[in-house]
């Protein structure tokens, strides 16, 4: 019962093809690490966390690859995170050229994902009280979590300030704008944090929403402003036979050169749109090219050409910025890079947890080695994309959130995913999800960015 719930949106289906994904990862980066780290390393800014550069884990309940995704101890200081910065070789250049430009300068290039979490005494942008839009799942407040240090962190870029996101100025900003975030799970709690700080201006009103809940649309009428999220969690055409507590009676076909029109049909009403995807490549699932099978990902006992989820999610994205950089319709587009779980001690299956109450420092922790392949694949996609978007006049933006998430641990539901999980026995044994993000909580400080790269890129 408990696994079912939270394969629901996310996570693989099966224990034993989750398991499988391990292996194959250790098994390669042992034989691939050094050149894959040479080939990933300088373009991530966290260090990849090759096997064989992890501390000892204190004693293994499956396997070293499955366990050692995040260090209980620091990391040794030579694969600490080597941040690209980028501000001061130029602010320095022009220093004595002229104030002005210089300002200027550091206010253009400062890189807004390299930063650190800083204490920030000040109340939560909303609560579970004053935003009623909080799925049950994420509201951590309401569900007992006991600890609320969580809540007073901020986000803050090295070579500048970032502003709290402000709602009022949001709007005004929007008027007659449509926003869309599109993607799985991730992109729904993703919206529900923007409706929240909204909703303590304007309160929205549902205008839509599909038979789960999944996609939905709400108005804001007296700013005109429309917030659609839509449910697409592979971006491309794909048949999927889950029910809804996510028990799959087949596999999943996956077109791979076909995107879903969910999103395509309704792409040229959107002014603005997030998109995002990625872990439900880690999934089974048949890959299709011109209605024919051409292989899968994860099919033991099927005669069928293995294929890498890498391979798959590629090809994903090519389609999508494709389709998204060509289109006559010319967006703002943001495209989100993967998002980090903090499952330690086990997996999500094996009983992982993330009881941590305060964030990470940088090299405290490293990218789990699926994150680091996927962010890799988005930030060739992306730089290939962006210079073609350019000539068409199409802006698209890196909305580049993996570090600084990796670094809040402490920001998921863990065992609060429930209504006061341990109400009846407090040792009772309950689903953690270390994946999707308290509301409120650190997921917040994405639209912080989101909100000042708009306002840069109106300038
Ligand atoms: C800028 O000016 C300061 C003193 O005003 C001087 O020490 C420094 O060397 C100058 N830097 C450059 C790059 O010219
Ligand atoms: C540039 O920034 C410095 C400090 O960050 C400030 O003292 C100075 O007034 C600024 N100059 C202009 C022209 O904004
Ligand atoms: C919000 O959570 C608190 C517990 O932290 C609870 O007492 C309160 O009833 C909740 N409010 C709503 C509206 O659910
Ligand atoms: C409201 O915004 C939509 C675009 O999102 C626009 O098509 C429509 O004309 C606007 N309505 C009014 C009354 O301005
Ligand atoms: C799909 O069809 C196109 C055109 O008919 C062809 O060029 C392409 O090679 C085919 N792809 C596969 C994977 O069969
Ligand atoms: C697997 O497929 C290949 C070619 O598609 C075929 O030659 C082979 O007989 C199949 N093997 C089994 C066990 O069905
Ligand atoms: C999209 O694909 C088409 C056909 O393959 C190609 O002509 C076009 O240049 C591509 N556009 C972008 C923005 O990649
Ligand atoms: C966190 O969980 C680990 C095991 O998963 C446990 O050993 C530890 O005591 C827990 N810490 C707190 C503060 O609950």
Redesign the pocket.
């Known amino acids: 019962m408990v696994k079912k719930e939270v394969s629901l949106d996310l996570n693989p289906s099966s224990l034993l093809k989750r398991h499988h994904i391990f292996i194959k990862f250790a098994v390669s980066f042992l034989l691939l690490g050094l050149a894959f780290r040479i080939l990933v390393s300088d373009s991530l800014p966290f260090s990849l966390s090759a096997v064989e550069s992890l501390p000892p884990s204190p004693s293994p309940p499956l396997s070293r690859a499955e366990t050692d995704t995040i260090a209980d101890s620091p990391l040794p200081s030579s694969s600490s995170p080597s941040l690209p910065v980028q501000v001061a070789g130029a602010g320095d250049l022009l220093a004595n050229e002229s104030q002005t430009i210089q300002n200027a300068t550091v206010a253009v290039e400062c890189d807004l994902f390299v930063g650190d979490w800083v204490p920030d005494p000040s109340a939560p942008a909303y609560t579970n009280s004053t935003c009623l839009d909080i799925e049950a799942h994420q509201n951590c407040m309401k569900n007992g979590r006991p600890d609320s240090g969580y809540l007073h962190w901020r986000w803050n870029p090295r070579d500048c300030e970032l502003p709290r996101f402000d709602p009022e100025k949001f709007l005004d900003f929007m008027?007659?704008?449509?926003w869309a975030f599109i993607g799985d799970s991730i992109s729904r709690n993703h919206v529900q944090s923007l409706l929240c700080m909204l909703s303590q201006v304007e309160q929205a009103v549902e205008v839509y929403h599909d038979e789960q809940y999944k996609s939905r649309r709400w108005h804001f009428p007296s700013h005109?402003?429309?917030l659609s999220v839509i449910w697409t969690p592979f971006l491309l055409k794909a048949d999927v036979f889950e029910d809804i507590n996510g028990v799959s009676s087949s596999e999943t076909q996956l077109h791979l050169d076909k995107l879903d029109e969910t999103w395509t049909e309704q792409y040229k009403?959107f002014?603005y749109a997030v998109i995002a995807g990625g872990k439900w490549y880690l999934k089974t699932a048949i890959y299709r090219e011109n209605d024919t099978v051409t292989g899968c990902h994860y099919c033991p006992g099927k005669n069928l050409t293995e294929m890498s989820f890498e391979y798959a999610y590629r090809r994903a994205l090519k389609l999508v910025l494709n389709f998204t950089m060509d289109s006559s319709h010319k967006a703002f587009v943001f495209l989100r890079t993967t998002t980090p779980d903090h499952f330690e001690n086990g997996e999500w299956f094996s009983g992982g947890t993330c009881n941590r109450t305060a964030p990470f420092k940088e090299g405290e922790v490293d990218t789990k080695d699926v994150d680091a392949v996927m962010r890799g694949i988005e930030m060739e996609e992306f730089e290939k994309a962006a210079s073609v978007g350019a000539e068409n006049r199409v802006t698209l933006k890196l909305l580049d959130t993996t570090g600084m998430s990796l670094l809040r641990p402490d920001g998921h539901p863990g065992p609060y995913r429930q209504f006061q999980p341990f109400a009846k026995d407090k040792n009772a044994k309950v689903q953690n999800d270390c994946l999707h993000w308290c509301l409120p909580g650190p997921i917040d400080s994405w639209n912080d960015i989101v909100m000042e790269m708009v306002i840069r890129g109106s300038q």
């Open positions: 008027k007659n704008k449509w005109n402003f429309t009403n002014d």
